[in-house]
Nanobody
Framework: QVQLVESGGGLVQAGGSLRLSCAAS????????MGWFRQAPGKGREFVAA????????VYADSIKGRFTISRDNTKNTVYLQMNSLKPEDTAVYYC?????????????????WGQGTQVTVSS
């Protein structure tokens, strides 16, 4: 089992940047594929980005491609989401999630563990 704690959210102006971190407990972090999702008020949980557990391959949602970068540091049990050129429509609660598989997938139900989320608000 793994526990996930997100940090780094906040209020930023459009065009600004934030870096989210997700710290995982346990000694098997490197065995999980990791993902970032977001949920805006009144909307469903949306896939943002994911990274594999081994070779570091990544997948991004079209809406954030070229602006966000997911990365992981297995020595620190942490996954990151660097968000640049933020837009008001990026406003949401951002969640990290862990999947006990090598395969990266885009659907929330495929992930076994979730963090509590961190709020990102982008003002226009």
């Amino acid at each position: 089992q793994v526990q996930l704690v997100e940090s780094g959210g906040g209020l930023v102006q459009a065009g600004g940047s934030l870096r989210l971190s997700c710290a995982a407990s346990g000694r098997t972090f490197s065995s999980y594929a990791m993902g970032w999702f977001r949920q805006a008020p009144g909307k469903g949980r949306e896939f943002v980005a994911a990274i594999s557990r081994s070779d570091g391959s990544t997948v991004y949602a079209d809406s954030i491609k070229g602006r966000f970068t997911i990365s992981r540091d297995n020595t620190k049990n942490t996954v990151y989401l660097q968000m640049n050129s933020l837009k008001p429509e990026d406003t949401a609660v951002y969640y990290c999630a862990a999947r006990t598989s090598a395969i990266v997938v885009l659907i929330p139900v495929a992930y076994n563990y979730w963090g509590q989320g961190t709020q990102v608000t982008v003002s226009s």
